[in-house]
């Protein structure tokens, strides 16, 4: 059903930046809700940020002021602008997407960031 195709992890040394991408598709109608939750070694799944259609977004306290999340209605794809990377970003960030017609959310595969020097 749903396709959720990310992009844009990899490795960067600390203060770097990087912007994660996530195409949507799949499903007809449109996304109520897309974001990104992050998952670090030893850690539980935690929400990073989230955009609703009408632009309004959400951020953990963590990433405010480092992150940006934006998207683009007309290609259902949203963005994470990741800057002044710490070591404590390292995590498997997943992408996420929640139709209007839909309760539930639907997922990304994962992808890795790595903040190491």
């Known amino acids: 059903q749903a396709q959720l195709v990310e992009s844009g992890g990899g490795l960067v040394q600390p203060g770097g930046s990087l912007r994660l991408s996530c195409a949507a598709s799949?499903?007809?109608?449109?996304?109520?809700?897309m974001g990104w939750y992050r998952q670090g070694p030893g850690k539980q799944r935690d929400l990073v940020a989230s955009?609703?259609?009408?632009?309004?977004?959400n951020y953990q306290d963590s990433v405010k002021g480092r992150f940006t999340i934006s998207r683009d209605n007309a290609k259902n794809t949203v963005y994470l602008q990741m800057n002044s990377l710490k070591p404590e970003d390292t995590a498997v960030y997943y992408c996420?997407?929640?139709?209007?017609?839909?309760?539930?959310?639907?997922w990304g595969q994962g992808t890795q960031v790595t903040v190491s020097s």
């Open positions: 996420y997407a929640r139709w209007t017609i839909y309760s539930q959310p639907f």
């Open positions: 955009i609703i259609r009408d632009g309004n977004t």
């Open positions: 799949g499903i007809g109608g449109s996304i109520h809700v």
